[in-house]
């Protein structure tokens, strides 16, 4: 909730950021286009309004994609037991198919190729630098633990895993790699320092 400071005049919002995120979230999972007329004029908003909130429409999704893979990422880390390589490993692996299979995604690589790859790749935009700030904090937990002594430091090591990542799972189609997830698993296992 804004404060006194950050409040601004006039007739509050139909609806809050949190639940324009959420339908534009439902609508790319349901591989629909995420407009941003259309969710400010469903949830009774101005577009002023998610302008305010997203700046463009890439900006909305790319917080929505950021969103989704950081409750994704850290649901299957969640869900694995253990410590160590293998473990980061296997979340990584799991992580990987899960976006290579996400419909939504697909729907919007295939219809907007550049703007997406744009969102997803992007040093400057939401998605890469919160996935590569949340790898290395996934790879400082098991290191903290004592389960892990990576070869590399752990933000060059998260950077170069997010970046094999992209190139696998949906931007080097050319060299014929799109959505290949085994050998993305080979080469993080390598990375990651696991003996085949």
């Not at 790319?62 to 950081?70: I, M």
Request: proline share 5%; hydrophobic share 50%.
């Amino acid at each position: 909730m804004p404060d006194a400071a950050t409040a601004r005049p006039g007739r509050p919002a139909a609806a809050t950021r949190d639940e324009a995120l959420a339908l534009a979230t439902r609508r790319l999972l349901a591989a629909e286009r995420v407009d941003v007329q259309a969710i400010a004029r469903e949830l009774g908003l101005a577009r002023a309004t998610m302008h305010r909130w997203f700046g463009t429409r890439e900006g909305l999704l790319g917080e929505v994609l950021a969103n989704l893979v950081e409750e994704r990422l850290l649901a299957i880390r969640r869900s694995i037991p253990g410590r160590g390589p293998k473990a980061l490993l296997e979340c990584f692996d799991r992580f990987n198919r899960e976006v290579s299979a996400t419909r939504g995604l697909g729907v919007l690589l295939a219809q907007e190729q550049e703007r997406a790859l744009r969102i997803l790749n992007s040093s400057a935009g939401a998605v890469q630098p919160r996935i590569v700030t949340l790898i290395e904090k996934l790879l400082n937990d098991e290191i903290e633990a004592g389960a892990f002594a990576p070869a590399i430091a752990p933000p060059t090591l998260a950077y170069a895993i997010v970046r094999l990542a992209e190139s696998f799972i949906y931007n080097d189609a050319i060299v014929g790699i799109l959505g290949d997830t085994e050998r993305l698993r080979e080469v993080e296992a390598v990375l990651l320092g696991i003996e085949p």
